[in-house]
């Protein structure tokens, strides 16, 4: 049954926690990734930052919301710390608190990839966004709805972010698709364990700086031999990324690179048969207004 009680903190981490669950022990859920293949669409997406509406029309455009009887999966990242704060506070618990719900009632369909903003949050990370030292932001929000219960939310938040696989790997015909908050940059590669994709997450993977997990979803810079490099690594057809900003909502980096965006008002999605993908040139013309009616 879909969560209805956004202030309850048992109902919330109940919801937490079984998404954690299904992001554990979905079918498709192998060492530190998802993978699917085809047939079957994807809704591929970038940030989303606290954005309720495009949260909403995603599901609805991914046939989520018990009206199709063949959705389509989705992916999600980089859920919390957007700009709607009340009194200085964040409440962006609640779309991670539904993200987790939609994954436990939708566990093979519903792709939630770790971000830095949920990293960081757990970790406790000093980031600071238009200002706003958001992980403080975020915490007097909780503490705010939640009182004497506000670290048991905590915990349950850690937990679910904890549970998220790094990647959707997407087996096609013409060649695999990667969706993945950010992959590192060439400046750290040496530090970097390219065989995290392929094993499952350790503690020290989450370690700021140092874990491949953190280096990760905190990459940017990207060029064209990196990507080159990767793509032989991963065997990598088409990486689609967040993280970097794209004011118009999607960014193609050469050769083989997709940045979406989804939290803004320019915020897209990509569309995708997983039989007929796009080529990587020419995704950008197949992503799809999230605010389009």
């Not at 009194?87 to 618990?93: I, Q, R, V, W």
């Not at 696989?165 to 970097?192: E, K, T, Y």
């Not at 803004?264 to 995708?272: A, D, K, M, S």
């Amino acid at each position: 049954m879909k969560i209805q009680d956004l202030q309850s903190s048992s109902a919330v981490i109940d919801a937490l926690a079984r998404g954690a669950e299904a992001n554990r022990r979905s079918a498709c859920r192998t060492g530190s990734i998802d993978r699917i293949e085809a047939p079957g669409r994807l809704v591929a997406t970038g940030d989303l930052h606290d954005n309720p509406v495009h949260f909403d029309r995603l599901v609805t455009v991914a046939g989520l919301d018990g009206q199709a009887t063949d959705p389509a999966h989705l992916t999600l990242h980089e859920l919390i710390h957007g700009d709607r704060l009340i009194n200085g506070m964040d409440f962006s618990y609640r779309v991670l608190t539904r993200t987790a719900d939609l994954k436990a009632r939708h566990p093979e369909h519903v792709h939630v990839l770790l971000g830095n903003h949920e990293l960081s949050q757990i970790a406790g990370a000093g980031i600071v966004k238009d200002g706003v030292r958001v992980v403080e932001a975020f915490n007097q929000g909780v503490d705010y709805v939640f009182g004497g219960d506000a670290d048991d939310v905590r915990d349950a938040i850690t937990d679910f972010v904890r549970s998220m696989p790094l990647a959707l790997r997407c087996v096609c015909p013409r060649g695999d698709i990667l969706c993945v908050h950010s992959v590192p940059p060439a400046a750290i590669m040496q530090r970097f364990d390219p065989s995290v994709l392929t094993r499952d997450l350790r503690d020290d993977d989450y370690e700021p700086r140092r874990g491949s997990a953190h280096l990760m979803v905190w990459g940017r810079g990207y060029d064209a031999e990196l990507l080159e490099d990767l793509t032989e690594r991963w065997g990598v057809y088409l990486f689609i990324l967040g993280h970097e900003k794209a004011e118009d909502g999607a960014r193609f980096i050469p050769p083989n690179a997709l940045v979406l965006n989804s939290d803004h008002e320019r915020g897209v999605y990509l569309p995708i048969d997983l039989s007929d993908p796009p080529r990587p040139e020419e995704s950008i013309r197949y992503v799809a207004r999230i605010s389009s009616p």
